[in-house]
């Protein structure tokens, strides 16, 4: 397999002129809360992929089931349905690192099987612990999310007592519990959970608290692209608005240290991440 499509997530840690990897996102779900049916065909998303992949995508992070607050679960058997023959696609036509975004371990072993080189875990082991042994015997890499429930009920439990410190904690103890299953602490990486479980308050303080979670020595994800909380700062329901905002918070949080940033509009996204980055990297 090509070296492109393992691309290693901890390559440009602590160095001077680190470039923010693009990921992007790839819903094949009718129920996303921005682009959910666009993609479900496997001719829709090779287009999509291949755009992504022309305006800089450096992963494409495929997802079966929609994880918005509020939505419900689907089968295994149906989220391996829409995922697979897409991940077999991509893998087929394009040269680019495939993220499956799941929280199944069965789902992410057969992701693997067909090629994809991350798996993205929004429950950060939570809800499926099987799930590190199956990323740790394909040495494969892990993205550690967190998240307070189950996306049905996620935003019922806002509860905190420090948000910033009870998520550091919970996800030391993914990266723990990884560690522990044998997982490679370079394939680790964390992502704090932007919109799971937080108020529009919460989402505000994790980014401005974000260099501290560098602190877990692991690559910083962050997936704020397109979410409610955006919305409700700028008191807008305006799409438009939202692609804005999502905006500013890709510029705060590479300087943060966000290291991997997710994202649906890739083409607009890559013109932040390269003034955040250049505001970074000068001396």
């Known amino acids: 397999m090509s070296d492109n499509k393992n691309i290693s997530l901890a390559d440009n840690n602590d160095k001077l002129n680190s470039k923010t990897l693009i990921m992007g996102i790839l819903n094949v779900t009718p129920d996303s809360f921005y682009d959910g049916g666009k993609y479900n065909t496997i001719k829709q998303a090779l287009i999509h992929t291949e755009q992504m992949i022309s305006e800089g995508a450096d992963i494409i992070d495929v997802g079966g089931e929609s994880t918005r607050p509020g939505s419900n679960s689907v089968s295994q058997k149906e989220e391996l349905r829409r995922v697979i023959p ?10 680019i690192p495939v993220s499956i975004d799941t929280t199944k371990s069965m789902v992410a072993r057969q992701a693997l099987d067909s090629g994809a080189t991350i798996v993205n875990d929004i429950s950060g082991l939570s809800f ?6 199956i990323v740790s015997k394909y040495e494969a890499q892990i993205i550690l999310c967190h998240t307070s429930s189950r996306p049905v009920d996620m935003q019922k439990k806002t509860l905190y007592e ?62 704020t692209s397109m979410k409610s909380f955006i919305g409700k700062i700028l008191q807008s329901d305006d799409i438009e608005q939202r692609i804005l905002g999502t905006f500013a918070t890709i510029v705060i949080s590479i300087l943060n240290g966000a290291d991997i940033v997710r ?21």
């Open 86 to 95: 897409i991940i077999d696609a991509i893998n087929k036509n394009f040269v």
């Open 162 to 223: 420090n948000i910033v410190e009870d998520i550091y904690n919970y996800l030391e103890n993914s990266i723990k519990i990884s560690e522990d299953c044998g997982i490679l602490s370079d394939n680790i990486s964390i992502d704090p959970g932007f919109g799971f479980g937080k108020t529009a308050n919460h989402n505000l303080l994790l980014l401005k608290s974000l260099s501290k979670f560098k602190k877990l020595d692991k690559k910083v994800v962050i997936g």
């Open 128 to 133: 499926d612990p099987a799930l590190a042994d």
């Open 263 to 283: 994202v649906h509009d890739v083409k607009k996204m890559k013109v932040a991440v390269q003034i955040a980055d250049s505001v970074r990297n000068v001396n």
